[in-house]
Nanobody
Framework: QGQLVESGGGLVQPGGSLNLSCTAS????????RAWYRQTPGKQREFVAA???????NYADSAKGRFTISRDIRTNAVSLQMNSLKAEDTAVYYC???????WGQGTQVTVSS
């Protein structure tokens, strides 16, 4: 089975921006729907955004208007541009291919002054 690797997390001040990237190994079909989830300690993993092969997107209410998911079919990568970050966005962010139940290792995003 292939692998997903996230990158781009870090520490940012409230109101700042981060761009997360998820690269996939060549063994993964680039046409599968891809998604981002996030998780904080003691809570269930929650949906953030998803993008289908045709470019259709879906966002959690908490992400609408602030986050943008995009994909590059050629490089098999998916990005999550996060703007106007808030303290409550602090979490470990995971990319996933739901059909394969495949998850990356996660990348930490911390929003704090």
């Amino acid at each position: 089975q292939g692998q997903l690797v996230e990158s781009g997390g870090g520490l940012v001040q409230p109101g700042g921006s981060l761009n997360l990237s998820c690269t996939a190994s060549r063994r993964i079909n680039s046409l599968d729907t891809r998604a981002w989830y996030r998780q904080t300690p003691g809570k269930q993993r929650e949906f953030v955004a998803a993008i289908a092969a045709n470019g259709a997107t879906n966002y959690a209410d908490s992400a609408k208007g602030r986050f943008t998911i995009s994909r590059d079919i050629r490089t098999n990568a998916v990005s999550l541009q996060m703007n106007s970050l808030k303290a409550e966005d602090t979490a470990v962010y995971y990319c996933t291919i739901p059909r394969l139940e495949l998850w990356g290792q996660g990348t930490q995003v911390t929003v704090s002054s």
